[in-house]
């Protein structure tokens, strides 16, 4: 989780909203990314789904099986459903997100009858410098 | 619509489940993408992911306001908060998908509180080609 705090603050600072993801093989980092939708200009640029192509990308494999994702925040419908498709093993993350999560909030994607994959999770990891780096951030901008 | 079917039979000839999708701008079409997780080694690369990033690419924007989508199946979780995430204005989908929907099954991405942007949509547009490329493709694999 320390690497996916770093790459949230390194994101935050290129003024995008301050979430980093890393995905782990075992003690191996596959992938590390912060959000970038506004640099990217791509929607779906959210630091889990930048982590998941990336991670797939040098595995040369549409699944991450027997992989696991660490996110500052909690994942969002999109990034929850990519999370089902990637075949993610464990999903840890951060600060709960009640106006956008999709995990334990809203969607509840892992929930449904329609989620094919249900990775183990669990919530509230780093969860005080992850909120932390987020209410900076949008203190800054008020 | 067709532009979309014609991407999703040709996602069906590479292998891959017969889905397609195009952005429009009024009478301008921006991307046309068909479905390419397997070919692409991303699990995150549905018909309507691809035609969005193409779309806000070639825009150069984060967002796709006065932008339209057609897409031959019912999108999935990730691609519902993917279109919200883009402020889509309208949806129009081919084939309702019970198994794996997240528009009227499933997570119901749209009708979350969590959801910050509910395009129009119109679904049953097309589906019966939509459809049977589905069938078709799926009974040749059994």
Redesign the interface.
Same mark, same amino acid.
């Given at each position: 989780m320390r690497h996916a705090l770093d790459a949230a603050a390194a994101a935050g600072r290129a003024g995008e909203v301050p979430v980093g993801a890393v995905v782990m093989r075992g003690a191996r980092v596959l992938a590390v990314a912060g959000n970038a939708?506004?640099t990217l200009?791509? $929607? =779906?640029a959210h630091a889990e %789904?930048l982590a998941? #192509?990336a991670a !797939? !990308?040098a595995? &040369? /494999?549409? #699944?991450?099986e027997d992989c696991d994702l660490y996110v500052t925040l909690e994942p +969002? !419908? %999109? +990034? !929850? &459903? /990519?999370i089902?498709? /990637? #075949?993610i093993r464990r999903l840890f993350y951060g600060a709960s997100d009640?106006?956008?999560? &999709?995990v334990e909030? &809203?969607? #509840?994607?892992f929930a449904? $009858? =329609? +989620?094919?994959h249900r990775p183990e999770v669990y919530p509230a990891i780093g969860e005080g410098e992850a909120g932390a780096l987020l209410r900076d951030f949008f203190a800054a901008r008020r």
């Amino acid at each position: 989780m320390r690497h996916a705090l770093d790459a949230a603050a390194a994101a935050g600072r290129a003024g995008e909203v301050p979430v980093g993801a890393v995905v782990m093989r075992g003690a191996r980092v596959l992938a590390v990314a912060g959000n970038a939708p506004r640099t990217l200009h791509d $929607p =779906t640029a959210h630091a889990e %789904m930048l982590a998941i #192509r990336a991670a !797939a !990308a040098a595995l &040369g /494999a549409e #699944r991450l099986e027997d992989c696991d994702l660490y996110v500052t925040l909690e994942p +969002c !419908a %999109m +990034c !929850a &459903g /990519a999370i089902a498709h /990637a #075949r993610i093993r464990r999903l840890f993350y951060g600060a709960s997100d009640p106006k956008g999560g &999709g995990v334990e909030h &809203g969607a #509840r994607v892992f929930a449904q $009858p =329609t +989620c094919h994959h249900r990775p183990e999770v669990y919530p509230a990891i780093g969860e005080g410098e992850a909120g932390a780096l987020l209410r900076d951030f949008f203190a800054a901008r008020r």
